[in-house]
């Protein structure tokens, strides 16, 4: 079974770049129709799809948070990776990796990133 695992810094301030590493245990991120995403949950609100990479290293991105946002890969260590540049108070959430294949879900069980100054 996969399992993922998120890390990375607790709090960023504003305008500097939030980074954010998932790590996965059980598969190899290239496995064919593997599909890799970063979700956050910002308090009191629903969660945000932000964007994914495939298998193939195919990039999918939110149209609303594309100009912010960038996701890379290292199959070597078979991890994934969120970068969030300009951040504001308003990207405060907890960040969650999460895999897709074939309709099977798997998810980490979040990060709590505080933008503040």
């Known amino acids: 079974q996969v399992q993922l695992q998120e890390s990375g810094p607790g709090l960023v301030k504003p305008s500097q770049t939030l980074s954010l590493t998932c790590t996965v245990s059980?598969?190899?991120?290239?496995?064919?129709?593997?599909?890799w995403s970063w979700i956050r949950q910002a308090p009191g609100k629903g969660l945000e799809w932000m964007g994914a990479?495939?298998?193939?290293?195919?990039?999918y991105d939110s149209p609303s948070l594309k100009s912010r946002t960038s996701i890379s890969r290292d199959t070597a260590k078979n991890q994934f990776t969120l970068q969030l540049s300009s951040v504001t108070p308003e990207d405060t959430a907890v960040y969650y990796c999460?895999?897709?294949?074939?309709?099977?879900?798997?998810w980490g069980k979040g990060t709590l990133v505080t933008v503040s100054s």
């Open positions: 999460a895999s897709r294949h074939y309709g099977m879900d798997y």
């Open positions: 059980g598969g190899s991120i290239t496995t064919n129709y593997y599909y």
């Open positions: 990479i495939a298998y193939s290293g195919s990039l």
